[in-house]
């Protein structure tokens, strides 16, 4: 049993901190936003991930799981403290550092004894030994009354939102990077009833594994994406070429669904300050550029299909089916969604919208021209097309024959490659994938 410190509540310190505490740690997470630690207190989640108010409950309630805005009161005694803070994309594309500067200087502010402070935000390569120096200089600066000493250690993240309790508990690897092996071996012992395979490094390349594992799946996407518009003008069918490529065990079949592209908080913001990284380092990231370049595109093709099919989208009403940018999250950063939707807006398409959980969010990020609506049925009353951009379940659920009545016309395009063209044709509707010769 050990004590931590988990700094910040977001997807992954929220995920990190309370899964450390089911497995049996007093675990107290921190966070500066006082409204949303008053919210975790009273049992709300600042995030949607399936299974999570569940299990920050029970653990509350054991009293392995505490949550605080002092650094008074998380730090000191703590044997491990995580810095999962945001590290938004910067101006330039590079990673914006100013919270984990901000979270480094306030742990070494109140630090006692001997603590491992662990990096656990997605931060550029270099910067464990950038946080190692603030952390000394601020010990120095104060004059060290408690005598506190403290290794850092880079312990990367590869939780996938919408399944991030499992992947924190059933981990492929678990990457450390220290210049003290003996701190990484004691972070790998935090995680040893995970049973999991351990990768100990230096600093600067377990920060870089993270980059390189996200910046190879985004490229996996963005290959079949590119593949999916030859397929479109060719009259092959991506899905099928997808699944004949994966059978090759040096390939596999995962992340080669072709769509709209990739969205989220992790792979825009990592393949782009990567790029970043590479062109001060003075080196030509030409790969990393294409793969955001067919990524943007993927967005402009599928927008082309619909007003290509339509004729013209001005003064056509089109629902939309999905918002967030995957199932079983309700994040809407750098979803497809929003630049699909404006990019009709803007060419006077009249736009309804539906998702069964990230409806609050979108307000945040889509045009005021668009009507928010409670269910599948109501975007499509009157419609012209109705456009699948998040492959929930409940699309594959829906009443296609009631869906038929309350169209005006029946094209439905389907971003996700979700739906049987054939079984969708059969009910009477104009299908439209990506990739796809219907």
Not at 171 to 177: E, F, H, Q
Not at 233 to 259: C, N, P, S, T, W
Not at 285 to 313: C, Y
């Amino acid at each position: 049993m050990s004590n931590i410190c988990v700094i910040g509540t977001g997807y992954v310190g929220l995920v990190t901190g309370t899964c450390f505490s089911d497995l049996g740690n007093n675990v107290t997470c921190l966070d500066i936003i006082e409204e949303k630690i008053l919210s975790l207190k009273r049992g709300e989640m600042p995030i949607y991930e399936p299974g999570l108010e569940e299990m920050v409950k029970n653990n509350v309630k054991a009293g392995r799981l505490k949550f605080t805005t002092s650094y008074e009161d998380a730090v000191p005694g703590a044997d491990f403290i995580f810095i999962a803070v945001g590290t938004p994309q910067g101006e330039d594309g590079g990673a914006d550092l100013n919270y984990v500067e901000t979270a480094a200087q306030s742990i070494a502010q109140v630090l006692e004894g001997h603590s491992i402070i662990i990096n656990k935000s997605t931060v550029p390569i270099g910067t464990g030994d950038w946080v190692s120096n603030i952390v000394q200089d601020t010990l120095e600066r104060t004059g060290n009354p408690k005598k506190a000493t403290f290794a850092v250690v880079s312990n990367p993240e590869f939780l996938r939102e919408g399944s991030a309790i499992f992947d924190f508990m059933t981990p492929d690897r678990i990457v450390l990077g220290s210049t003290v092996r003996a701190s990484a071996e004691k972070v790998a012992e935090l995680y040893a009833p995970l049973k999991a395979p351990v990768i100990i490094t230096d600093l600067r390349t377990a920060e870089m594994i993270k980059y390189a594992s996200n910046a190879i799946l985004a490229t996996r996407i963005s290959f079949i994406n590119e593949i999916s518009q030859i397929c479109d003008a060719l009259g092959a069918d991506v899905k099928v070429v997808a699944e004949g490529m994966g059978y090759d065990k040096r390939i596999g079949h995962q992340f080669l669904q072709a769509g709209i592209g990739y969205g989220g908080s992790c792979f825009p913001k990592d393949v782009k300050a990567l790029a970043h990284m590479a062109e001060k380092s003075n080196c030509h990231p030409q790969l990393l550029l294409a793969v955001m370049d067919i990524n943007q595109d993927s967005r402009r093709v599928f927008v082309q299909k619909v007003e290509r099919t339509l004729g013209s989208v001005t003064h056509r009403r089109i629902g939309v089916w999905g918002l967030a940018f995957k199932p079983n999250t309700d994040d809407m950063r750098e979803a497809p969604s929003v630049d699909i939707i404006n990019a009709l807006i803007r060419k006077g398409a009249e736009v309804r919208v539906y998702d069964p959980v990230a409806m609050k969010q979108a307000e945040r990020y889509l045009p005021h021209a668009v009507e928010f609506c409670n269910d599948p049925y109501s975007v499509v009353q009157e419609a012209d097309a109705v456009l699948l951009l998040t492959e929930w379940n409940e699309f594959k659920q829906v009443d296609f024959e009631k869906v038929k009545k309350l169209m005006k016309q029946h094209y439905l395009f389907d971003g996700r490659n979700l739906y049987d063209p054939l079984e969708i044709q059969k009910l009477g509707f104009e299908y439209r994938g990506v990739g796809r010769p219907f």
